[in-house]
């Protein structure tokens, strides 16, 4: 068994010694279903922000968010290499799997960073090309390198990271940042905690065995489960802000409303479901709050659009 | 990779070359199109600078 194992191994080196990566590897890399989201927000932001913007200027602006959100990925897979190679969910990843070399991830996510900030500050603004390095900053150095393995804060802080797409988004648009964008930023980062921790109690043995600190394998699950429900009604207050502050409309204040409620509901039967209902509901709510932010922000687009 | 396939002095199998060579490609395509984002974003920009001059 451990003779098999020990050839995996080998032909995993191999593969990476001649940095045999294919171009899904480094589309792997760059973690395009989280990139995706990132795309929507960033977009939404540019559209509701004041004045227009020419297509094209529009079109670059989207990609080069993507690139930097991609390279900021690859960064987090070469450093958390270790990490992952002790956890079956990211076991496959082209790092631990020995797809592409630790070095290749890298120097890919070095060049991919400066170039997408470099494109940023000469084709649209020096704001949003600022915007844009100090998100790949904090999500590659402040959350994997610092926070991640320190604190079961982790993925409150780090949040902020995901949640500036929409602030780049408006400031490539406008060349500013007021205080609507700011409230984008904070309805991503409130949402962020219960939408991971739905995942960490899942996969709580995993990050048991690789030692990062989530908030399930510090405090225990109820204690993760009651911070659930805590930040599900805090988002609550946070997703009404743009109505309460007048930027959006009856339709968005009722659709965000029952979607929240739902989310509150779903945190709810999850604490007080028994062990053996506990890993069902928590993947439901993990999916359900992807579609949650998917709606809210559609719904704030939705509003401007229709008033 | 195929353990039977044969290795040139390098170490490379045909599927491995493929591989590179499908990925050298794309990065070939990346380029262009940053390339040719450069160059439409300058001519918006230049658009904008000459409709606005003629005002």
């Not at chain 1, 795309?39 to 939404?44: A, E, K, Q, S």
């Not at chain 1, 559209?47 to 529009?58: C, D, E, K």
């Not at chain 2, 591989?19 to 230049?46: D, E, H, K, P």
Request: hydrophobic share 55%; glycine share 6%.
């Amino acid at each position: 068994m451990s003779q098999v194992r020990n050839e995996t191994l080998n032909q995993a080196q191999e593969l990476a010694s001649l940095d045999a990566g294919s171009a899904a590897d480094y589309i792997a890399l760059m973690k395009p279903r989280v990139m995706s989201l990132v795309v929507f927000t960033g977009l939404i932001g540019m559209v509701m922000a004041p004045g227009t913007m020419h297509p094209i200027m529009a079109i670059s602006a989207i990609v080069l968010i993507a690139v930097g959100a991609g390279a900021s990925a690859a960064l987090n897979m070469w450093y958390d290499a270790d990490i992952d190679a002790q956890m079956q969910r990211t076991l496959d990843r082209p790092v631990p799997s020995g797809r592409v070399d630790g070095e290749a991830a890298l120097s890919f996510g070095l060049w991919m960073s400066g170039l997408s900030v470099l494109c940023m500050a000469v084709l649209i603004n020096y704001l949003s090309a600022a915007l844009l390095a100090f998100t790949i900053f904090f999500y590659a150095v402040v959350y994997t390198m610092y926070l991640k393995r320190r604190t079961a804060q982790n993925i409150v802080i780090g949040g902020a990271a995901g949640a500036l797409p929409p602030v780049i988004g408006w400031a490539a648009a406008s060349n500013s940042v007021s205080l609507e964008p700011l409230i984008f930023f904070a309805i991503i980062f409130v949402w962020t905690p219960p939408h991971f921790w739905a995942l960490a109690l899942v996969k709580n043995e995993d990050y048991k065995t690789a030692n990062v600190p989530m908030l399930p394998v510090t405090a225990g699950a109820a204690a993760t489960l009651n911070q659930i429900i805590v930040y599900s009604i805090v988002l609550m207050g946070v997703v009404m802000l743009p109505y309460i502050m007048g930027f959006s409309g009856m339709l968005y204040a009722a659709g965000a409303a029952v979607l929240n409620l739902i989310f509150i509901s779903l945190a709810t039967l999850l604490r007080f479901a028994d062990e053996t209902q506990r890993n069902r509901l928590a993947t439901m709510l993990f999916a359900y709050s992807i579609f949650y932010l998917f709606l809210i922000f559609t719904l704030l687009l939705a509003d401007r659009l229709v008033v | 990779m195929s353990d039977n396939e044969q290795k040139d002095a390098n170490g490379w199998t045909p599927s491995l070359l493929k591989q590179r060579r499908r990925r050298a490609a794309i990065m070939g395509i990346a380029l262009a199109a940053m390339v040719s984002m450069f160059f439409l974003v300058t001519v918006v920009r230049l658009s904008a600078n000459i409709a606005g001059s003629g005002q």
